[in-house]
């Protein structure tokens, strides 16, 4: 398992100046956007880079020798998701810097303020960015990167059709939403990160599956 | 070490059928054209591909249950396959320490330098020669016990070639215990060095012989067509016709001497073994 850690870390290193390209981008952004939302694109985009390098074991057949180096494929796809935790989480991380040190710089009320239900609400950023790994690591291993993405749009599409759709058929009616927004609300926001947590785990886990079984059924 | 019991593969009209056995301490040799079933071979003996039929042991198991722990015990080089090509040597060299607990840091390095092999380079900047170079390294650098190798030499160079099958022979010198399964269509390159081989041809093992079998015992015999009429074929195991009259492959090249004296009877090669084998008439 620690072998092939490494082995993405130095793949996912290899793509230094796009990298660099992103925290350079990710400076201005925490300077000129108030809010949190540097700590939601670098975990996003710490997420996406880890899932990347699905694309690089599969680029050039190098599935092939990947398979016959010491781990089964129950332990190639268990570093995946792994993996893709570690870069969500460090990634959040920077980002949590970032941002704490801008929103100090600049007084930010709201950071000031609400400190601590800002740093419990962020953390829970961290699920519900790492569900999109679940998604997206049977997929790319099922289609490949290729045909992976064209099935994400699809249901992506999918699911902007479903809300639309959604929304156009509650408009004028009561909104039966309205309850549950303030049920929402006054639960405490600790215990709606344990949910989200306990959610993410068990898609995960469900999702692990999945990928197991895809990977068990390829040829190589 | 490695035992191969009645594998089937079917692929769409191409149907690979085999059965071999690699004991403890031996080099095989698998030869064949291209699209006999060698790489098919190998990679159904890796787990890579499964059987419609039959199975594969290595050390006794199953090769698709095999854990990590018993892949440690594995070498593998193949063609068209190895580590990604946007990584350098220095972090292969990273990742193989964390991989194999046997891996022999020095040994690797060492060879990467009498190899000419950059360390700070990437794969993909590697010449065909460097990359089959480097693909050999890495399977015989965690003391291995069995190294499967699929076609290590194709495309390259003499010199690289040479390299590579000393590369190989140090590694039996230094491993006397080592199996190696390596498969060939450049058939010179497997007779200084296996035991014995498999003919593979549409799919289906044609032929088992030792090495030195082949090299002492078979021969090709030159005829023009009355010569012809009168050989004794009961030793001769295919024949075909040429501009000059016949050539014929016997597995008995003494019997022909002996018994037609001043017959043209070359050594014989593994080449001539798949050329008359799978090519005659």
């Known amino acids: 398992m620690s072998g092939l850690i490494e082995k993405d870390l130095r793949l996912t290193l290899t793509r230094k100046q796009t990298l660099l390209i992103f925290l350079i981008m990710a400076f201005f952004m925490g300077a000129s956007i108030d809010g949190a939302f540097i700590v939601s694109y670098l975990t996003m985009l710490g997420t996406i880079i880890a899932i990347g390098t699905i694309t690089y074991d599969e680029y050039d057949n190098g599935y092939a020798f990947l398979m016959t180096l010491p781990f089964d494929r129950k332990t190639y796809v268990k570093e995946k998701y792994l993996f893709s935790l570690l870069m969500a989480t460090a990634s959040w991380i920077f980002g949590m810097i970032v941002y704490v040190i801008f929103s100090i710089i600049r007084h930010d009320p709201m950071f000031m303020d609400n400190t601590l239900e800002l740093l419990v609400m962020l953390t829970g950023m961290i699920p519900v960015v790492y569900l999109c790994s679940t998604f997206m690591i049977p997929l790319q291993l099922k289609y490949g990167s290729e045909r992976s993405r064209t099935v994400l749009f699809i249901i992506y599409g999918i699911i902007a059709v479903i809300a639309i759709g959604a929304r156009s058929l509650l408009n004028g009616v009561d909104n039966p939403f309205a309850g549950l927004d303030l049920a929402l609300n006054s639960i405490p926001p600790y215990v709606i990160l344990i949910t989200l947590f306990v959610i993410c785990a068990i898609l995960t886990y469900v999702s692990y599956l999945i990928s197991v079984r895809i990977m068990e059924k390829k040829e190589f | ?281």
């Open chain 2, 1 to 281: 070490m490695l035992n191969v019991e009645k594998i089937v593969k079917n692929y769409g009209d191409f149907r690979l059928d085999v059965s071999f056995e690699i004991p403890d301490g031996t080099v095989t040799g698998i030869v064949g054209k291209n699209g006999a079933g060698k790489s098919t071979t190998i990679k159904l003996i890796l787990g890579l591909i499964r059987p419609d039929e039959g199975h594969v042991y290595i050390n006794g198991k199953e090769a698709s249950q095999l854990s990590g722990k018993d892949k440690q015990e594995l070498g593998v080089a193949l063609s068209e396959s190895g580590f990604s090509s946007y990584l350098c040597i220095k972090d292969i060299i990273v990742i193989l320490r964390k991989m194999y607990p046997d891996f022999d840091e020095k040994f690797f390095t060492d060879n990467c330098n009498i190899q000419k092999l950059p360390f700070d380079k990437k794969i993909k900047e590697f010449s065909t020669g460097m990359r089959a170079k480097l693909r050999v390294l890495v399977a015989i650098s965690h003391k291995a016990k069995l190294l499967i190798m699929d076609e290590p030499t194709a495309g390259l160079d003499v010199e690289a070639r040479n390299d590579i099958l000393d590369l190989l022979r140090k590694y039996l010198a230094d491993n006397e215990d080592c199996s190696i399964l390596l498969t060939s269509h450049i058939s010179s390159d497997l007779e200084g060095l296996c035991d014995d081989v498999y003919l593979l041809n549409d799919g289906k093992i044609i032929l088992h012989e030792d090495t030195d079998t082949i090299l002492s015992n078979y021969g090709v015999i030159k005829v023009d067509e009355e010569m012809y009429e009168k050989l004794d074929k009961t030793l001769i195991l295919s024949s075909r016709k040429d501009h000059y009259g016949y050539q014929c492959f016997t597995n008995d090249r003494k019997f022909y001497a002996e018994n037609y004296p001043g017959i043209v009877i070359e050594n014989g090669s593994i080449d001539d073994l798949i050329l008359m084998m799978t090519g005659g008439k």
